[in-house]
């Protein structure tokens, strides 16, 4: 990609960006152009659908998170990891508004164009929970497609004006029910 359009490519997704943080992922397309000096038929230039705008802005926090899970697991305890690693998540979809919806639309839906980014993003928090699991400090019960729903559902939360204020007190009730001691191991 050329220079100058790379620069137009990246000046749209910072005034998506900031479009999205205010309005959620429903922010109008024409709104974003006008905010990023362009026409509309210059952002879907770039970004022929709204899915592969919110593709382009989501799959660099989407490299972070799953980085961060990486880092979490070979840094951190088992239970530490699964639980900042879970903070991080919830912190980041509040960023934009109503994702957490886009993102479990786009799990089943293989022609989604943000499903590989969220398949891998899936898998990475897997691995935390797969490896709490196996010492023994996370249920048994839970599986990836759970802890993703409770992701999703601390997420919404976050997206609450009333409930916000308790989102991280309730991260804590979820882990402490998730985590367990190794004697509750077989639970």
Same mark, same amino acid.
């Given at each position: 990609?050329?220079? =100058?359009?790379?620069?137009?490519? =990246?000046?749209?997704?910072?005034?998506?960006?900031?479009? !999205? #943080?205010? $309005?959620?992922?429903?922010?109008?397309? @024409?709104? !974003?152009?006008?905010?990023?000096?362009?026409?509309?038929?210059?952002?879907?230039?770039?970004?022929?659908? @709204?899915?592969?705008?919110?593709?382009?802005?989501?799959?660099?926090?989407?490299?972070?998170?799953?980085?961060?899970?990486?880092?979490?697991?070979?840094?951190?305890?088992?239970?530490?990891?699964?639980?900042?690693?879970?903070?991080?998540?919830? #912190?980041?979809?509040?960023?934009?508004?109503?994702?957490?919806?886009?993102?479990?639309?786009?799990?089943?839906?293989?022609?989604?164009?943000?499903?590989?980014?969220?398949?891998?993003?899936?898998?990475?928090?897997?691995? *935390?929970?797969? @490896?709490? $699991?196996?010492?023994?400090?996370? @249920?048994?019960?839970?599986?990836?497609?759970?802890?993703?729903?409770? !992701?999703?559902?601390?997420?919404?939360?976050?997206?609450?004006?009333?409930? #916000?204020?308790?989102?991280?007190?309730? !991260?804590?009730?979820?882990?402490?029910?998730? *985590?367990?001691?190794?004697?509750?191991?077989?639970?």
């Amino acid at each position: 990609m050329r220079a =100058d359009a790379r620069k137009n490519r =990246d000046h749209l997704l910072t005034v998506a960006g900031t479009a !999205i #943080a205010e $309005q959620g992922v429903d922010a109008s397309m @024409r709104d !974003i152009a006008r905010r990023a000096g362009v026409g509309l038929a210059t952002l879907l230039r770039h970004f022929p659908t @709204r899915e592969a705008l919110l593709e382009a802005l989501l799959h660099a926090s989407f490299e972070e998170l799953t980085a961060k899970a990486a880092e979490f697991e070979a840094a951190d305890s088992p239970e530490d990891a699964l639980v900042s690693w879970t903070r991080d998540c919830v #912190a980041w979809t509040t960023t934009y508004r109503g994702v957490t919806v886009l993102m479990a639309a786009a799990i089943e839906d293989e022609e989604s164009a943000l499903h590989a980014s969220c398949v891998t993003l899936r898998a990475a928090g897997s691995r *935390l929970l797969t @490896r709490a $699991q196996d010492a023994g400090v996370a @249920r048994k019960d839970i599986d990836r497609d759970d802890l993703f729903a409770l !992701i999703a559902m601390l997420a919404w939360l976050g997206d609450q004006p009333s409930l #916000a204020p308790r989102a991280d007190r309730l !991260i804590d009730v979820v882990a402490s029910a998730v *985590l367990q001691r190794a004697t509750d191991a077989g639970r």
